[in-house]
Structures are given as C-alpha cells and as structure tokens.
C-alpha cells in the first residue's frame, strides 16, 4: 500500500485554501500517475516542480470575464495556488511526463530502481 502526504493549499492572501487543485495519486507499473483537475486554467499558467521527492502543482485561475463586464454573480474563484505531495517512492524526474486535456493534468513518473553501489576491497 502507498502512504502519501498532501500538504494543503497556503492559506496566504490571495492564494486558494483547501483542496485545489483536486488530485488523484496512484502506481500504474513502474511509474507513479497524477491526475489533477485544472479547468478554465491554462497549462502556460501552471508550474510542476519536484525536489527531494516532493511534487508542488502551483499557478494562477485567472478571471476570464469580458473586459468592462460586470458581475451579476460570482461562484468561482480565481487567485495563485499551489499544492504538494510527498512522493511514497523515488522517481525519476528527468524521463517525467505532464500531459494536459480538457482540463485535467495528467503527469507520468517513472519509479526509480533502488540502486546499490559496490565498493570495490584492495588487498594489500
């Protein structure tokens, strides 16, 4: 079984609180997938970093209203987020992949093998 830690949303003015974006984390083979729910944000408008096996999605829901528009109702939010997730495994982050459609990222991270290095003993 895989144990992640999710580090929610700052909750710094200006930036969403909770759980945004929504994300789904599971082992498919040999790589780790993330499915993460993004709609009406532009893939130019997102960032995917990982250090020390930590994966942060961070970015911008920009407000698409019209210019000179005027609000009649407003349901959505729109501000900078960002989210983490300790990785329960090495990854290889170099041969990752981020894929976006219809508003869902989908990023596809190989499993690093565990790698042993011998040293070699000099008899004297």
Known sequence: MIEISITR????RGETRGNYP???????????????ELPGVSPDDIIVKIYENVLTIEGVKKDMAPEGGRYICVEREFSRFRRSVSL??????????ARMKNGILR????IQEERVH???IIKE
């Open 88 to 97: 329960p495994v090495r990854v290889d982050p170099e041969k990752g992949v």
């Open 118 to 120: 011998k040293i070699k």
């Open 22 to 36: 929504p994300l789904d984390l599971f082992e498919c083979g040999n790589s780790l997938v993330l499915i993460v």
């Open 9 to 12: 949303s700052s909750s710094v």
């Open 107 to 110: 990023i596809t991270l190989p």
